[in-house]
Structures are given as structure tokens and as C-alpha cells.
């Protein structure tokens, strides 16, 4: 079903649920001015992701790949949560178990209050080195030179996002894929599903059982296989979706 409101049965899923898993991409901090991969102002539209999100581009051109990134997490830094992102965290006042799995690199879920946080694309206020793995916050590094040096082993130090053509963290995919399983409503959220093997977390969750919402103001290579797709945006939908769900469990006293 595709829909611009939301339909009851959303409601009735959710009430009788007990395990929620939400995965995200940009979409869901669209709204807190980061912008997207994607579409006419996305960053892969004004940047080759080939000169900027890999190793080998890093290793050529390591200053480069470094003002990019110093430029993105100032950006990322100075954003807040929004409302999107503080419905997720609400959910945990309402249900028994709360997982977010997210492609985003900006923290902003735990920033929201969200306890339960699988990053499948790493966390771009972490940083390490490339020869000995010592990690690095970035008070440690953005004062000093560009490129960041180690100060153990004198390696060049890089943020810790997963670049093309990396694995992704192996810890993190599988606790994706448990909650994907396990979970009796899965949200896909502000993504655009067509970026592997990320976007196989939907469809584990689809093939065991879970029901399937999506919310992203347009249709995606996801919604095939969604019960439900939200055409909107996730920081009008889920406070919508919250609001409604702590009325009904409450009794309707909130309304
Ligand atoms: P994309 O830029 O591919 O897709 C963003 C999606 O968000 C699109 O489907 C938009 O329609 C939707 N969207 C925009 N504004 C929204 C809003 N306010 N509410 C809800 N949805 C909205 O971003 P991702 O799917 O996250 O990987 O991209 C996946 C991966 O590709 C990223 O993690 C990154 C990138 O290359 C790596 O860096 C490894
Ligand atoms: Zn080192």
C-alpha cells in the first residue's frame, strides 16, 4: 500500500508489537540540514564519491579526502537531532525493544537519546590510524596539521566511515541482521534501498515475518516489498505516528 497518511493498520500492528527495528539513511537528517547522497542537491551529485570516499583516493591525495571530511564534520557537528529522530528515541518509552540500524555516519540517533545504535557505515567523530589502529577523537586531531598524523606510529590517521569498495563492520551487520529477524515492525526510514549490502536489512526483515513500514516523501527499490509506504517526511510522519501510539496506549487520554 502506498499512502500519504497514515493507515490504521500502522496502529494496529504497532499495538500488539514487542521488538521494533528502524533502519535509516540520510533522509531521516535531511531535516537537520545534513544533506543527502542523492537527488538534485545530494552529495554524490556535486562530488565524485571515487575521489573522496576511498582508500586508494586517500592514499593519493590524502589532504584532499581530509578537508573534505573537516568540512562534513563541522557540518555534522554543529546539526541537531530532529524531530524524526526523537520520535525513534521515544519509541523506547513505548516498546519492550528498540533497535536502530543506520547508514548514517552523524551520531545524531544517540544524540537524540537512542540507546540501542547499530552503525553499519562507521561514525564519523571516530577516527584511527591506518598502520597501528590507535583511535583518535577529533579534539585530538582537527586542531593540528592536515593530514592527521599518529602520534604512536606516525601512520596517517583517517575517519572511521566505511569507504567503496570496504567491508562493512562484521559486529555491527550481524546485530543488523538479528534485529532485522527478530523485529516485529521494521521501519525503513529516509533511504533510498539501493546501496548493498546495507539495503539487505529491509529484506531479512520482510522474509522473516516482520511488517514492513516505509517512510520517504518518494518510492524506492524498498517499497516493493513494504506493507506500507509513507509518502512524507520522517519528521512530520513518526511524531505523527508517536503521538497517536501513546493516545491509543494510554486509552485515548492524551488526545
Ligand atoms: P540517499 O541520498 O541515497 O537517499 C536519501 C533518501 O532520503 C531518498 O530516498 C530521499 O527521497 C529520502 N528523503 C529525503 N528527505 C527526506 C525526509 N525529510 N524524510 C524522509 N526521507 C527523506 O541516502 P542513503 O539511502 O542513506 O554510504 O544512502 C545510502 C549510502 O549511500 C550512504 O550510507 C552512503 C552513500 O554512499 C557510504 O558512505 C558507505
Ligand atoms: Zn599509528
Request: overall charge negative; charged content about 25%; glycine content about 8%.
Given at each position: 500500500?502506498?499512502?500519504?497518511?497514515?493507515?490504521?493498520?500502522?496502529?494496529?500492528?504497532?499495538?500488539?508489537?514487542?521488538?521494533?527495528?528502524?533502519?535509516?539513511?540520510?533522509?531521516?537528517?535531511?531535516?537537520?540540514?545534513?544533506?543527502?547522497?542523492?537527488?538534485?542537491?545530494?552529495?554524490?551529485?556535486?562530488?565524485?564519491?571515487?575521489?573522496?570516499?576511498?582508500?586508494?583516493?586517500?592514499?593519493?591525495?590524502?589532504?584532499?579526502?581530509?578537508?573534505?571530511?573537516?568540512?562534513?564534520?563541522?557540518?555534522?557537528?554543529?546539526?541537531?537531532?530532529?524531530?524524526?529522530?526523537?520520535?525513534?528515541?521515544?519509541?523506547?518509552?513505548?516498546?519492550?525493544?528498540?533497535?536502530?540500524?543506520?547508514?548514517?555516519?552523524?551520531?545524531?540517533?544517540?544524540?537524540?537519546?537512542?540507546?540501542?545504535?547499530?552503525?553499519?557505515?562507521?561514525?564519523?567523530?571516530?577516527?584511527?590510524?591506518?598502520?597501528?589502529?590507535?583511535?583518535?577523537?577529533?579534539?585530538?586531531?582537527?586542531?593540528?596539521?592536515?593530514?592527521?598524523?599518529?602520534?604512536?606510529?606516525?601512520?596517517?590517521?583517517?575517519?572511521?566511515?566505511?569507504?567503496?569498495?570496504?567491508?562493512?563492520?562484521?559486529?555491527?551487520?550481524?546485530?543488523?541482521?538479528?534485529?532485522?529477524?527478530?523485529?516485529?515492525?521494521?521501519?525503513?526510514?529516509g533511504t533510498s534501498g539501493i546501496v548493498y549490502p546495507a539495503a539487505s536489512i529491509p529484506q531479512i526483515a520482510k522474509y522473516s515475518g516482520a511488517f514492513v513500514i516505509e517512510i520517504n516523501p518518494e518510492t524506492t527499490p524498498l517499497t516493493e516489498i513494504a506493507d506500507v509506504t509513507i509518502l512524507g517526511k520522517t519528521g512530520s510522519v513518526l511524531?505523527?505516528?508517536?503521538?497517536?501510539?501513546?493516545?491509543?496506549?494510554?486509552?485515548?487520554?492524551?488526545?
Amino acid at each position: 500500500m502506498i499512502t500519504e497518511t497514515i493507515p490504521q493498520i500502522v496502529y494496529d500492528k504497532l499495538s500488539t508489537a514487542r521488538v521494533i527495528a528502524a533502519f535509516t539513511g540520510a533522509g531521516i537528517s535531511a531535516e537537520s540540514n545534513i544533506p543527502t547522497f542523492r537527488g538534485d542537491e545530494g552529495i554524490w551529485t556535486k562530488f565524485k564519491p571515487e575521489e573522496l570516499a576511498n582508500f586508494d583516493a586517500f592514499m593519493k591525495n590524502p589532504k584532499l579526502v581530509w578537508e573534505w571530511y573537516s568540512a562534513r564534520k563541522k557540518i555534522i557537528h554543529e546539526a541537531q537531532p530532529n524531530p524524526g529522530h526523537r520520535a525513534l528515541a521515544e519509541l523506547e518509552n513505548i516498546f519492550d525493544e528498540v533497535i536502530i540500524v543506520t547508514q548514517n555516519i552523524d551520531n545524531l540517533h544517540r544524540r537524540a537519546g537512542s540507546t540501542c545504535v547499530h552503525e553499519l557505515h562507521g561514525n564519523i567523530e571516530r577516527n584511527y590510524c591506518i598502520k597501528c589502529s590507535k583511535t583518535y577523537t577529533d579534539d585530538a586531531i582537527l586542531s593540528g596539521e592536515i593530514p592527521p598524523k599518529c602520534e604512536k606510529c606516525g601512520g596517517l590517521v583517517r575517519p572511521d566511515v566505511v569507504w567503496f569498495g570496504e567491508f562493512l563492520p562484521q559486529d555491527e551487520f550481524t546485530a543488523s541482521e538479528e534485529a532485522a529477524q527478530r523485529s516485529d515492525v521494521f521501519f525503513s526510514l529516509g533511504t533510498s534501498g539501493i546501496v548493498y549490502p546495507a539495503a539487505s536489512i529491509p529484506q531479512i526483515a520482510k522474509y522473516s515475518g516482520a511488517f514492513v513500514i516505509e517512510i520517504n516523501p518518494e518510492t524506492t527499490p524498498l517499497t516493493e516489498i513494504a506493507d506500507v509506504t509513507i509518502l512524507g517526511k520522517t519528521g512530520s510522519v513518526l511524531p505523527e505516528i508517536v503521538h497517536r501510539l501513546r493516545s491509543i496506549k494510554t486509552g485515548g487520554k492524551q488526545d
